[in-house]
Each structure stands twice: as C-alpha cells, then as structure tokens.
C-alpha cells in the first residue's frame, strides 16, 4: 500500500461499502472518489476534511489526516487501516443516525469538545434562529465524546413536548429508565436516583417553547442530584438558568467572491453542493454555476436549512433562478419531504414558530427592525422601531436580533424578510415606520457633514460606509414620498462620501434619479424655493461625479443649470459649489481664464459666508492655477500661498483635502525645483489618502512620485509609480487621469529605450485625451509625440508638433517647459530654413487637425 488511494480504497473494502455508498459517506461524487483511488487527483483541503468527518477520523489526528491526504505528509503517518465502525468497547447511546456528514462544523465541534470536558461546564446551551443547525452540530457534538462518558450520550427530543412536565419522562425514555409505579417516590425523584451515580451527557433538544412558562428549573434540579451529568441543550434562546453556558451558532462562512476556476472551498456552497446531488443524481455544476451559488449563500447568510431547502430546487431551476426566487420571496424556501418534521419544511415555517412565542410588544418592534437594512445602532432601534433596552435584549436572548462585536445589532436576512411579510400586512404602521427611518437616517448624514471636514474624519467616513445600506433605503424612499428637503441636507456628506470612496456610476445615476423625481414632480423650474435649492444641489453635486468621470459636457450642462438656478436664491453655502466645481472643469479641459474668474467668485462668497473649509479650497485652486498655467511671474509667491492652504488644512484637520494640498504643494516644489521636498509631501500624501481611503487622491500620489523618479532619471521606479496611479484611474474610471498618467509613462519607457512601447502608450493616451475634449492632456501627448519623432528624418515634423503644443493656450507650464527644452535641442539641429518651414506648418493647421493627422498616421503605422 504505497499511496493514499490505495489506502483509502482498503478503507472502503473494510467498511464493506460500495464506491457510491462511501463516497456519499466522505461527502464526494463518485467520480472523484474513483480519481482520488486511481491517483489522478488529490482532494482538496476541504474534501479532505470531509473525508475524515466521514471516517470519524479522531479529532487530535485530523490536521494529520488532511495533510497526507494533500500529500504533504508520507502515508506512514495513518493507521494501516480503520478500525470496523462497530468498536470492541459497546456504548450506550440513542443517538439518531443521519443520511450525511456534518459539513463545514468542524471548528465548532472542537470548540463544544473542549467545553464539555471543561469540569466547570454542566449546562451549556446552543443558542440560534431556525434552521441554523443546532440539532445537527450537537449530536456530531456528542456522538465523538462517547468515549467520555461511560454511562452513555443520549438524545432527548423534546420538539412535540408542549409542557415542561414532560421534560422527566422523555429523558427517562431516552435514556432507557422505566418508572417504578410501586413506589412512593414520584418520578422525578425516581429518575434524579436512577441517575444519581451515571456519567452521562444528555442531549436536551428543542426548548425554546418550553421557556414561556415555570418548570424549566427541573434541569437545574436534575444536575444538582447528578453530580457527573451534563446537559448540552438546543434552543432558539437560552434557558435563563444558573449556571448556563451559552454558545451561539452561527450561519456556515459564506463567499464574499469565487474564484474564476469555481473552486470550492467553502463550507455553505459544499452543504448547497451535496444536497443538491442528492435532490438530482444527474446535477453536475458548471463553472457558470458558481456566482449564483455563491449569491444563494450570501442571500441566506449561511443558514444551513435555508441552503437544503434551496438546493431542492435543482431539479426545477437553475441555480440563477433559484437566487432570484429568493430574492422575490421567503415562501420560495419549502419543500414537500415526507421524513422531514413539519416545522422544518419551510423557513416560514420556521420562523413562524419563534413568532408566536413573542409577546406582542416584541412582535410589533420585530416588524419595525425590518425597515433597517445592513444592521442598526442601538439609538436608531430606539427612534425608528421605538425599541426599548429590554426588548431589544429580548430579541437578541431568542434569537431573532444579533448583536455584534462592535455593539450593532441586526436581522439575519431570511428573518428580516419574515417580518417584513408580516409587517405589509399593517401598511399604516409600516409607512410610519419607514418614514422615521428615512427621516432618521438622510438628517444623520446631514449631519455628519462637520465631521467629515475636521480630524473625525476618518471614523466618520466608516461610520458613514457602514450605514450606506441604510442610506440607499431611506434615500429611495424619500424621493418615492417627494421628501427633498430631507434630501438635500445630505448633498455636501453625499459628494465627500462617494468622491472619497470612488463610487462614481453609482452615485450619479441615484443623483440623477432623485432629479428626474423632482421635475416630474414640480417641473424643471420649481416655484417653491425649497425644491429649487434642492434641484440646484442636485445638479450640481451629480455634476462633480459626472467630472469624475470625464463626462466634460455633460457635467459643464447641469453646473451652468445649477448656477443659473442657485444665483438668485441667496444660499452661499450652496452656490460656492458649482462655481468652484466649474472653475475645475474649466482647468482640466484649458480655460484657465474663466476658472481664475471662477475660483476668485467662490472665495469672495465663501469669505463673506465665514466658509473656511470652501475657503481653504478656493485659495488652493487659485495657488494651484498660478503654478501650472503660469499666471504668475513670481512661482515663489503661489508655493508659499500652496504652504499657507496646507497649514490651514492641517488645522482644519481634514486629512483627505491636507493630502490634496499636498499633491498640489508638489507640483509647486517640482517647478521650483525642490525635488526632495516634492517627493516627501507626495509620500505623506500617500499616507493620508491611504487612511481615509481616498483612491483618487492615492492615484494622484503615485502620479506625482512617477513624475519625481523620471525626472531624476529613475525611469524603473517611475514606471512602478506609474503603473500603480494608472491601475487605481482605471479602476476608478477617471479617463482624463488615464490619459495624463499614460503620457506621463511613456516618457519613462521610451527613455529606458522600449520605442515602439512607448508609442503604444502615447497613442491610447491622445485617442482618450481626444475623446473627452481633455485638451491639455492631449498637448502633452502630442509633446511626447514629437519626442519620438525627433529622429534625423522626422525632425521637421517634431518640431512643428512642438510648436503647435507650444502656442496652444490651453498648455500647461509642465508641458510647456519640457516642449520649449525640445525645440532648443531640434532648432539647433536644423537649418534655419527647415525650422521656418515648420513654423510656416504650424501656424496653418490647427489644434485639432494636426491630432487627427497624427492619429491616422499612427494607426497606419502601427
């Protein structure tokens, strides 16, 4: 026996089981059982597991196992072969035989082990919502601890019990004692005596509805007569008794993503895996197969009776179709299984059990936790489901609310959806409820606004993510109601949110749904003057993201329709945003004049406001400005205007517009020629786009460091620099920023020699520059265009590109300095005649024509 499958085939003819029969007890299909015996294959990790479950391998030898089963260890390390599954040592059990192996509980069987032989733990309690898994993970539990306890493991089914004094005689039956009726001692005392002097683990299943009355103190009791009795029950909340230990099962871990090859290392896609080959023999999953199994996962949140009941399916839809049935609805989880108990064939059934153990103030603040989406703080239970500390807890000891590390609660989502059900029911309560929760949340991110611009920043955009799904709910459901008042107030948290975490697609088309609701609503030039401050607001935070993306006309549109708007309304706090935003965009795309114009009328309204955050802003763009357009013949005077607006920020204490200053700071020292000082405020840049986690910001960063490596020739390292700030913009979506980065890098890589790259490069960053009308990134372009044909028969030609790039008012100073650097160089080779031949080109063809030229002319050549 030399290999692993050879030794798991003998294990298989020991057990005296077809290859069918034990692949189904391993938790395979019969075809990779065969490969695994054959050699062709080696099992997973999680197959591996799996087997051993199925082999009832030892717990302190299953690393072992798995790691030879992988080939990480010589097949000497197992036993030669299994012992038969009936052992020489007889135990006394009652213990129901299940169809299959546990699956993905191995952890926790562990940690209930482990427990259980902990002298203090005499009660220990398994606590969950419906479904979970409870039953299924304690008897795994206590079948592998027979071995602990002489007098046997038993289990103690007490689901059809409907009074807690019948918990003495179905514990007598299940462990074997018949009352004597002969004797004066009544039952219990009976039962208290017979177990008196047993070593025994009794599993007490099922008691949750059992905790509405007196009498559950019996267990207390029957320990307290039983010195070396354990008790490990199940219930969907915990006993409430001295002494209880409490371990809440969770969901089985589900995927966040799957791996393209559709690997399958995860415990509640195995669990779907298997039984769904059970429902359909013939079911073969296909790589397509596995993101929607995956979403059955996710959508159920690893609630293990939630998967069975999906997985049924298989033979009637597909996967894709069973995800979206759950979604429509919990009634799609049931089935029609004659063996399976009646309040496990659906999960509203389920659910519908713990329901009707509530008392009717829990019930009604169950129903209003369903308007929260994504879990809730305390204080919100508090003022949208008007939950009390005592019935919140309530909720939490049966089950039905969890509450996490972090001290938030939520509803599991098969849960949540029960309520809701139950909650349309009652639409006059539930549109109450739903409009304090979107008056609740849209006013706290209003709020947040101040904190967002200070040194809270950072826990404030966390706080703020994590409460996104309850923003989008009651967003949705303000703009459904014509509540734009409430959103309005949330514009300037809404623009540094999305802006910060690159959200752009998303966050226009729900800035542009919200002002299609209000013009069908009140027209597109609303009388009431709260609509139009609210459509003003819109427009123009829409209008950002719209820049963000390189949308350049559509965002110039909604900005001037924003201003014409905003202008007569006297709301400064408003209007400076437009006017600065537009001040921008005109940067970018080379009217440096109108954005000058622009920037100077937002700081003198942000002045007269006490504005200081727009403030700080519209100095910086005015700084900024004056370095890369050369507006100033003193570069000295506008650094240290960029040094002031830094320092500013800095006390402000905005991180993300501190790091912004930065990067801005760095173009002023590069123009100065204060390399070392450029590169270590892009550094601190880095650092602080990355604590905020500002993508943006951080891809500008690396921009900047490229920029300092190529300068100092480092052309390696400004590649690395490139490549990274050009992998976030793509990311991002940010075309103007692609473009740039992609000119800037093609300097680098034709520098380290690699031509015909570098001309590659060059041209995908023109073609886009072109595209979005992103004029001076396009001259740069060109510029570096003409770098690559300044060989000796393309001098002419370079030069005149150098010209036309030089001549353009939209050129940036950066650009310019390098182009004018080039033309010394050409001019010096040419004759005087060549170079008045050129300027003679250059001065007939336009901006416009020569980049078309030159665009064909690549494409022919390429």
């Known amino acids: 026996m030399d290999t692993f499958g050879e030794w798991l085939r003998q294990q298989r003819n020991q057990l005296k089981l077809t290859r069918e029969q034990f692949a189904e007890r391993v938790g395979c299909s019969v075809a990779l059982l065969r490969k695994i015996e054959d050699g062709e294959r080696r099992p997973s990790t999680q197959i591996a597991e799996l087997m051993a479950n199925g082999l009832n391998i030892p717990p302190a030898e299953r690393s072992t196992f ?6 990480e260890l010589n097949l000497e390390r197992l036993s030669p072969v299994l012992k038969p599954a009936a052992t020489s040592k007889i135990h006394r059990t009652n213990l129901p035989v299940l169809p299959t192996p546990l699956i993905g509980r191995e952890r926790e069987v562990e940690e209930l082990s482990q427990l259980l032989c902990d002298p203090q733990c005499r009660l220990l309690t398994l606590v969950g919502p419906g479904g979970m898994g409870k039953t299924r993970l304690a008897i795994e539990t206590v079948s592998r601890m027979q071995d602990v306890f002489t007098d046997g493991v038993y289990f103690v089914p007490l689901a059809s019990a409907n009074s807690t004094r019948l918990i003495v005689p179905v514990i007598a039956d299940s462990v074997g004692f018949a009352f004597h009726h002969a004797s004066h001692a009544d039952p219990k005392t009976q039962l208290f005596d017979y177990l008196k002097e047993k ?5 007490i299943d099922n008691l949750e509805h059992l905790l509405t009355g007196p009498g559950i103190e019996v267990l207390s009791e029957l320990l307290a007569n039983a010195p070396q009795v354990k008790l490990l029950a199940t219930s969907r909340e915990s006993l409430g ?13 589900v995927p966040e993503s799957i791996d393209a090859d559709g690997s399958v290392q995860n415990t509640s896609m195995e669990l ?26 996710q959508l159920v949140e690893g609630n293990a009776l939630g998967i069975e009941l999906a997985a049924g399916w298989v033979r009637t839809l597909s996967c894709d179709e069973i995800a979206k049935e759950i979604e429509r609805g919990l009634g799609f989880l049931s089935m029609s299984a004659r063996d399976v108990p009646a309040r496990h064939r659906s999960m509203r059934t389920v659910f519908d059990h713990s329901w009707k153990l509530l008392t009717e103030e829990e019930q009604r603040v169950l129903l209003r936790l369903s308007a929260f989406r994504g879990g809730f703080q305390r204080e919100a239970a508090e003022q949208v489901a008007e939950a009390t500390l005592a019935v919140l807890s309530n ?20 849960i949540r959806q029960f309520a809701a059900e139950q909650f349309a029911e009652r639409p006059d309560e539930q549109t109450a409820t739903q409009a304090r929760h979107s008056s609740y949340y849209l006013t706290y991110f209003g709020q947040a606004d101040g904190r967002l611009r200070s040194s809270a920043q950072r826990e404030t955009l966390a706080e703020l993510t994590t409460e996104m799904y309850n923003f989008r709910s009651a967003w949705d459901w303000a703009v459904t109601h014509g509540e734009f008042a409430l959103i309005e107030q949330t514009m300037r948290t809404f623009w540094m949110l999305y802006d910060t975490r690159g959200w752009y697609p998303q966050g226009f088309d729900t800035l542009r749904g919200a002002v299609e609701a209000l013009e069908a609503a009140h027209g597109q030039s609303p009388r009431d003057r709260t609509h139009r401050v609210a459509l003003g607001h819109l427009l123009s935070t829409a209008a950002w993201l719209a820049y963000r993306m390189a949308h350049y006309d559509q965002a110039q549109t909604m900005l001037e329709r924003s201003l014409e708007i905003l202008r007569p309304l006297d709301v400064p706090g408003v209007l400076v945003e437009p006017i600065n935003r537009l001040g921008m965009l005109m940067e970018v795309t080379g009217n440096y004049a109108r954005a000058s114009q622009l920037y100077s009328e937002g700081l003198e309204i942000a ?11 519209c100095r910086t763009c005015l700084n900024e400005l004056a370095v890369i357009a050369d507006m100033t013949d003193k570069p000295e005077h506008a650094h240290e205007g960029l040094q002031t607006a830094v320092a500013e920020w800095r006390l402000i204490g905005d991180l993300r517009m501190t790091a912004f200053g930065l990067r801005l700071l760095s173009n002023s020292a590069f123009t100065l020629e204060r390399y070392d000082e450029a590169r270590a405020v892009l550094e601190e840049s880095v650092a602080l786009n990355s604590s905020v986690g500002d993508r943006w910001g951080l891809g500008s960063a690396y921009r900047g460091l490229g920029i300092i490596a190529q300068v100092l020739g480092q052309h390696q390292e400004a590649v690395v620099m490139f490549g990274k700030g050009l992998d976030t913009f793509t990311e991002l979506g940010g075309s103007w920023w692609v473009a740039r980065v992609l000119a800037d890098m093609s300097r680098s890589v034709f520098a380290l ?11 995908e960053s023109l073609r886009i520059a072109t595209e979005i009308h992103a004029t001076p990134v396009a001259l740069e372009a060109l510029a570096c265009y003409a770098s690559l044909q300044a060989e000796p028969d393309d001098m002419e030609h370079a030069l005149e590109l150098l010209l036309i790039v030089l001549n353009h008012p939209a050129t940036v100073q950066e650009t310019r300095n390098r182009a004018a650097h080039l033309r010394i160089e050409l001019e010096a080779q040419l004759t005087s005649r060549q170079v008045e031949a050129a300027q003679v080109r250059a001065q007939a063809k336009t901006f416009e024509a020569i980049v078309e030229d030159v665009l064909k002319q690549s494409v022919l050549t390429a």
């Open 753 to 763: 020699g690699n031509h015909a790259e570098a001309r590659r490069v060059w041209r």
């Open 607 to 617: 002045t007269a406001s006490g504005d200081r955050w727009y403030i700080a802003l």
């Open 272 to 297: 779907f895996l298997q039984r769904a080959r059970r429902a359909d023999v013939r079911f073969n999953v296909s790589p397509g197969d596995y993101p929607s199994i995956a979403h059955i996962c």
């Open 241 to 253: 008794l001295l002494g209880e230990w409490v371990f809440e099962v969770q969901g089985l871990p």
């Open 395 to 414: 909720l939490v000891t049966k089950s039905l609310v969890r509450r996490g590390g972090t001290g938030r609660y939520g509803l599991h989502e098969l």
């Open 199 to 203: 070593q025994a683990l009794l599993l």
């Open 66 to 71: 798995v790691k030879v089963a992988r080939g």
